[in-house]
T-cell receptor, first 116, second 111 residues
Framework: DAGVIQSPRHEVTEMGQEVTLRCKPI?????LFWYRQTMMRGLELLIY????????DSGMPEDRFSAKMPNASFSTLKIQPSEPRDSAVYFC??????????????FGPGTRLTVL | EDQVTQSPEALRLQEGESSSLNCSYT??????LFWYRQDPGKGPEFLFT???AGEEKEKERLKATLTKKESFLHITAPKPEDSATYLC????????????FGTGTRLQVFP
């Protein structure tokens, strides 16, 4: 398996522009997670999906952020409008569901976003 | 509130100098403790999962152990290629779907 795939790997944009990050989870995984990583705050969970349905979006910083999962093999994280404080590395991860225990999450390579 | 604390924040070792990284956790019913390695510019890479106190797992120079309050990642005779940030995360019974991550230990091994 190719693992979790993210695109683009790097994105540089200007303040106010729309940014769309993309993720393809590992085939057969039921869960998909979006994280943001910064030096100040570490790894933060933004939102996660189970079987394409958003379960918890309490980590989404504000209404400028939105995420969708139209099918089991694709998800997007959109920021509109973007601001300099959104600059960070955004990771996508996926996992199976095991019920009584937490399953291992496998991470993609990340998208480094810079908002000027 | 579930919480994960890693120490030290940074660790510098000479090649061959063994040491341990600590991960202390507070969680309502542990459902899994995970260790990841993260290299600069890359995503976290899975190393180990531990589910119950007393459990141990090994991989090359790394050995992870688990008690009811903390986990240790022991590094035996490290090499420069072991330099990375090591992240600890836990899953709790309140919500087994999610992982709570610590802030990591940045390890540098010098030849």
């Amino acid at each position: 398996d190719a693992g979790v795939i993210q695109s683009p790997r790097h994105e540089v944009t200007e303040m106010g522009q729309e940014v769309t990050l993309r993720c393809k989870p590992i085939s057969g995984h039921d869960y998909l997670f979006w994280y943001r990583q910064t030096m100040m705050r570490g790894l933060e969970l933004l939102i996660y999906f189970n079987n394409n349905v958003p379960i918890d979006d309490s980590g989404m910083p504000e209404d400028r952020f939105s995420a969708k999962m139209p099918n089991a093999s694709f998800s997007t994280l959109k920021i509109q409008p973007s601001e300099p404080r959104d600059s960070a590395v955004y990771f996508c991860a996926s996992s199976l569901v095991l019920g009584q225990v937490t399953d291992t999450q496998y991470f993609g390579p990340g998208t480094r976003l810079t908002v000027l | 509130e579930d919480q994960v604390t890693q120490s030290p924040e940074a660790l510098r070792l000479q090649e061959g100098e063994s040491s341990s990284l600590n991960c202390s956790y507070t969680v309502s019913g542990l459902r899994g403790l995970f260790w990841y390695r993260q290299d600069p510019g890359k995503g976290p890479e899975f190393l180990f999962t531990l589910y119950s106190a007393g459990e141990e797992k090994e991989k090359e120079r790394l050995k992870a152990t688990l008690t009811k309050k903390e986990s240790f990642l022991h590094i035996t005779a490290p090499k420069p290629e072991d330099s990375a940030t090591y992240l600890c995360a836990v899953g709790g019974s309140y919500n087994t779907d999610k992982l709570i991550f610590g802030t990591g230990t940045r390890l540098q091994v010098f030849p």
